[in-house]
């Protein structure tokens, strides 16, 4: 098959969406099927060749960064260069993996050329909505007839976590749905640069260390990690809280650890390198998270591989993978996160490799990602009638009220909104 995936993000962008793209493409690509990516342009990313080079099979579209998301960025140009494209390509189905303007995009391509549309909705956007214009544009309310609207015409959606499926039948999205946890793909034989990191970061080698490892966002509740410290700092007078990543919420997080007296105990490391992150969780005697809004959290697999111990609010996948306290533990309240995490600072036999660990793996492995999406792709087309199809070089009246909802105030340039809005046909030189 020839498979197109949509995003409006992806690397050098770092995201769970850019990951789970990535090794879906490769898992499909492993399967023998092409694999084309169609995503937006990065200033960091120098524009290759389409079919040539390092990003052969990556078709990058003019771009700014969105509102609320400084590093996400939404083009405003390209649709018909999309079609154009698509139809050279030849694909046998779209897969978007976002709902802005690479999602439209992969709309308008499986309407005219005629074939299924699959989304998978990684994003639980009520958690988000104070992104966007200080929640001015859309409030949490307004979620769900924006959500339900761009689905009302897909062939399948995938939902990673059974949380976001019983969030999108809440919603009342009616098309076949399936739940396919994102898979994850380790390097073998990862080199443990652990010991070398303390000693860059000025943590000694038996300094028990709390680690917290993503976004540095208002909706990960960072502060109440930083709330529970002076606890866990009365039975470990050297513990220590690394933050690793970088987010919009830093600036406030670290006057809030300055405000408690907590800076020496508080390390903000900024953005971590993706070579860098499975030594950040061997260094690390727990990985910790107070968040609530996870979908599904990649980062507690990556702990997982890492044979560290997790504390975590409860949400229904995390659930289903602690198994056992050798995975993980959740909690419901910091009273218990101070237990917790004390539990695990106290005991190193918690670091062990174990069984457990190992099955826990292979549930979310990236094989089995790869399959259970083939075997959904062979599902949905199975059941796809071309003649139900209308084609069209224009946006359906659905499209056209999910884009002036959703992205018709925003502060972008007039054109930029011209082009979002009327998805009006390109001249020549504006491919």
């Known amino acids: 098959m020839n498979i197109g995936l949509f995003t409006d993000t992806y690397f050098p962008q770092i995201s769970g969406v850019s990951t789970s793209t990535q090794i879906l493409a490769r898992q499909l690509e492993a399967q023998g099927h092409n694999?084309?990516?169609?995503?937006?342009?990065?200033?960091?990313?120098?524009?290759?060749?389409?079919?040539?080079?390092?990003?052969?099979?990556?078709?990058?579209?003019?771009?700014?960064?969105?509102?609320?998301?400084?590093?996400?960025?939404?083009?405003?140009?390209?649709?018909?260069?999309?079609?154009?494209?698509?139809?050279?390509?030849?694909?046998?189905?779209?897969?978007?993996?976002?709902?802005?303007?690479?999602?439209?995009?992969?709309?308008?391509?499986?309407?005219?050329?005629?074939?299924p549309i699959v989304h998978t909705y990684h994003t639980m956007y009520q958690d988000y909505t104070h992104y966007v214009m200080n929640g001015r544009l859309i409030k949490a309310g307004g979620v769900e007839v924006i959500v339900r609207v761009y689905l009302k015409s897909v062939n399948g959606v995938i939902a990673p976590s059974q949380r976001v499926y019983d969030t999108l039948r809440g919603y009342g999205v009616d098309a076949p749905m399936q739940i396919i946890p994102t898979g994850v793909s380790f390097a073998k034989n990862q080199v443990d640069h652990s010991a070398e990191l303390r000693k860059s970061l000025k943590i000694r080698p038996k300094q028990p260390v709390i680690l917290s490892l993503g976004r540095v966002a208002f909706e990960k509740n960072l502060e109440e990690l930083i709330n529970v410290l002076p606890d866990i700092i009365s039975d470990f007078h050297n513990a220590v809280l690394v933050i690793a990543g970088d987010g919009p919420a830093r600036e406030e997080l670290e006057d809030h650890a300055k405000a408690l007296g907590l800076s020496k105990y508080v390390k903000f490391v900024g953005m971590v390198k993706h070579c860098d992150v499975y030594s950040y969780y061997r260094m690390a005697d727990v990985f910790a998270s107070s968040s609530t809004s996870e979908s599904q959290g990649l980062t507690f697999i990556e702990a997982v591989n890492a044979n560290r111990p997790f504390v975590a609010m409860p949400n229904p996948y995390l659930i289903q993978i602690t198994k056992s306290k050798l995975i993980g533990t959740i909690v419901n309240n910091n009273e218990e996160m101070v237990e917790a995490l004390e539990m695990y600072l106290s005991d190193p036999s918690y670091k062990k490799e174990n069984p457990d660990r190992d099955l826990a793996l292979k549930e979310v492995s990236a094989e089995k990602f790869g399959h259970d999406v083939l075997a959904f792709y062979e599902e949905v087309i199975r059941d796809f009638h071309p003649s139900h199809v209308k084609s069209s070089d224009e946006p359906t009246d659905d499209e056209i009220s999910y884009a002036r909802q959703l992205l018709g105030r925003l502060p972008l340039p007039k054109v930029a909104k011209r082009r979002i809005l009327k998805v009006k046909k390109e001249a020549p030189e504006d491919k």
Do not use: C, W
């Open 35 to 115: 694999v084309y990516i169609f995503t937006t342009t990065d200033p960091k990313v120098k524009r290759s060749q389409y079919g040539h080079g390092r990003e052969k099979n990556i078709y990058r579209f003019s771009s700014i960064p969105y509102t609320g998301f400084k590093d996400r960025r939404i083009a405003f140009r390209g649709f018909f260069e999309g079609i154009d494209i698509a139809k050279t390509l030849r694909l046998d189905l779209v897969h978007t993996q976002t709902e802005f303007s690479l999602g439209l995009m992969g709309k308008i391509i499986a309407r005219e050329l005629k074939i």
